[in-house]
T-cell receptor, first 109, second 113 residues
Framework: GQNIDQPTEMTATEGAIVQINCTYQ??????LFWYQQHAGEAPTFLSY??LDGLEEKGRFSSFLSRSKGYSYLLLKELQMKDSASYLC??????????WGAGTKLIIKP | NAGVTQTPKFRVLKTGQSMTLLCAQD?????MYWYRQDPGMGLRLIHY???????AKGEVPDGYNVSRLKKQNFLLGLESAAPSQTSVYFC????????????FGDGTRLSIL
């Protein structure tokens, strides 16, 4: 079966750095997406990785290792507004997105 | 620019009732999707469409029907609502290239009593 695993909840301090991990087992691989979802709102696109390595976008970076079935999202200089759920999704061989349950990130002052 | 608009935002139904959720996008996207989101679970694809007049089943299609009569609209119907269909429903759309990011509406919170 297809499976995406990510931690249920994480806590971090304002101004710090946090890494949210995602491991996957899917039928084929056509890329990995990270989305941010604030409570009660729509998911919004953060990043896309299809090749191994690190992609940087301002305070957010995403890393992919296809051989290990592993990705992480790195958030730097955390702000209170970063409190949200972070969703990992893998596009399988049928170009369908398989979604993880999300990681709820709590930022403390 | 409205993006993806879902109506209604909230709805309470009784078991056995039927209803239609409407999704409209103004980005000229080819692909449209309906998901449900339940606590502790990832988004699950109900149905999707790769163009006007086409629809296909996703992971959890039972109990739902869809139609894409116009490119900008994607309708999700519940034929006979059941308590197990209580969920938050999200519509999304993307360009006609499979690896493009999906853009989501704000969701419809549906409760079936």
């Amino acid at each position: 079966g297809q499976n995406i695993d990510q931690p249920t909840e994480m806590t971090a301090t304002e101004g710090a750095i946090v890494q949210i991990n995602c491991t996957y087992q899917t039928s084929g691989f056509n890329g990995l997406f990270w989305y941010q979802q604030h409570a009660g709102e729509a998911p919004t696109f953060l990043s896309y990785n299809v090749l191994d390595g690190l992609e940087e976008k301002g305070r957010f970076s995403s890393f992919l290792s296809r051989s290990k079935g592993y990705s992480y999202l790195l958030l730097k200089e955390l702000q209170m507004k970063d409190s949200a759920s972070y969703l990992c999704a893998v596009m399988d061989s049928n170009y369908q997105l398989i979604w993880g349950a999300g990681t709820k990130l709590i930022i403390k002052p | 620019n409205a993006g993806v608009t879902q109506t209604p935002k909230f709805r309470v139904l009784k078991t056995g009732q039927s209803m239609t959720l409407l999704c409209a996008q103004d980005m000229n996207h080819e692909y449209m999707y309906w998901y449900r989101q339940d606590p502790g679970m990832g988004l699950r694809l109900i149905h999707y469409s790769v163009g006007e007049g086409t629809t296909a089943k996703g992971e959890v299609p039972d109990g739902y029907n869809v139609s894409r009569l116009k490119k900008q609209n994607f309708l999700l119907g519940l034929e006979s609502a059941a308590p197990s269909q209580t969920s938050v429903y999200f519509c999304a759309s993307s360009y006609g290239d499979s690896v493009q990011p999906q853009h989501f509406g704000d969701g419809t919170r549906l409760s079936i009593l």
